[in-house]
């Protein structure tokens, strides 16, 4: 019978992984919040009308890349492909919008069907974040200035630059997307595929495109600079005030748009050379119309999305990842026969309890040499051995297991005060 495995594009994260994404989410976790946003879980399917509704049919998300079925009722469902139609969705159905301030943050799964490569899959995680009911410049720049904090604590800031544009009003785009399709359909030929698909389509993503003839038609295209209307233009240039009065470094790209049909106004991306093509980590802007487009009365809005995997991958590139964010056990605890199990057991959850030690208690027997090569093995610092000879003097053995320093005996009152300083010398910290 053959073996069953993963799904194509759907990875298993193992346990010597898991340590660097732990230490990701906890750190976004910790930036986002110290910000005064709340988190909100939302489901991984939703009625498929959503998505339709907020990404917009004709996109190459709804198109071709949504996991989307009919569920026993009959109902088309879909597996979430982003995550702000969720979280408007959630916040309009339980009355958090009209005429409230709300900030918000989510993490999750999100599915695409796409080709699977490098730093992007078809079951992939994001964390998010939006911010509803303000309409200033102010936000963005908040919402901006928390990822540029983040990237800080992470030690990634100078790998990663900040493009903005802005994409200016509907009424703005719709009368320069009409001058752009009637200047590209004259020159259809020259466009790549994907080009000409979107001309029909979606043709403001021509403007990403990454084809060098494309490019190149593009120089001589109109300008939508030409197109902005005033107030757009102020919002604009308030949020550049904004961040070059915080000293956030940026770019002004005005090819920048995103793939999604909510967005107007800002929008930016958090791009990175140290990944080969896929560069972007951090994308989001300002969707004012999106919760009036679902049903809700309009609400100003603004958020961010950033991938996980492509986070990772980018900490992993860079080294830096703390050799302590790695640190699973900090200690392995061995009752050396069975008379003094329990007693190792008991001190095990002392040190768990009063110093927040991990602590992997040895379990299944075996000999003395076998027991020590699993804590070896454990990844742990120190390895603490009670004997017969140490439970009856109240003390118990620390052999460091990443040094040459000596084997010591502790006794057992104030163990975990003195536990915590050798780790801290083990660990140089």
Known sequence: MAKLQAIRGMNDLLPDQSPVWQYLESTVKAVLQSYGYAEVRTPI???????????????????????????????????????????????????????????????????????????????????????????GPDIDAEVILMTARLWRQLGIDQAVELQINTLASSTARHAFKSDLVAYLETRKDVLDADSQRRLATNPLRILDSKDPNTQALLDSAPNFNDYIDEESRNHFEQLCALLDAAGVNYVVNPRLVRGLDYYGKTVFEWVTSALGAQGTVCAGGRYDGL?????????????????????????????????????????????????????????????????????????????????????????????????????????????????????????IENLAQALKQRLEQELGE
């Open 45 to 135: 399917v939703e009625q498929t009308e959503l998505f339709k509704r907020s990404i917009g049919e004709v996109t190459d998300i709804v198109e071709k890349e949504m996991y989307t079925f009919e569920d026993r009722n009959g109902d088309s469902l879909t597996l979430r492909p982003e995550g702000t139609a969720s979280c408007v969705r959630a916040a309009e159905q339980h009355g958090l919008l009209y005429n409230q301030v709300q900030r918000f943050w989510y993490t999750g799964p999100m599915f695409r069907h796409e080709r699977p490569q490098k730093g992007r899959y078809r079951q992939f995680h994001q964390i998010g974040a939006e911010a509803f009911g303000m309409q």
């Open 291 to 411: 919760v009036e487009q679902l049903g809700g009365r309009h609400t100003p809005a603004v958020g961010f999305a950033m991938g996980v995997e492509r986070l990772v991958l980018l900490l992993e590139e860079l080294d830096v990842v703390p050799a302590s964010a790695r640190q699973l056990v900090d200690v392995y605890m061995i009752g050396i026969g069975d008379e003094n199990l329990a007693p190792a057991m008991a001190v095990a959850e002392a040190l768990r309890a009063d110093a927040g030690i991990n602590v992997q208690l040895h379990c299944g027997g075996g000999s003395f040499k076998s027991q020590m090569k699993k804590a070896d093995r454990s990844g742990a610092q120190l390895a603490i051995l009670m004997g017969s000879e140490e439970r009856e003097a109240g003390e118990v053995a620390v052999k460091p297991l990443r040094s040459a320093a000596e084997q010591i005996r502790l006794p």
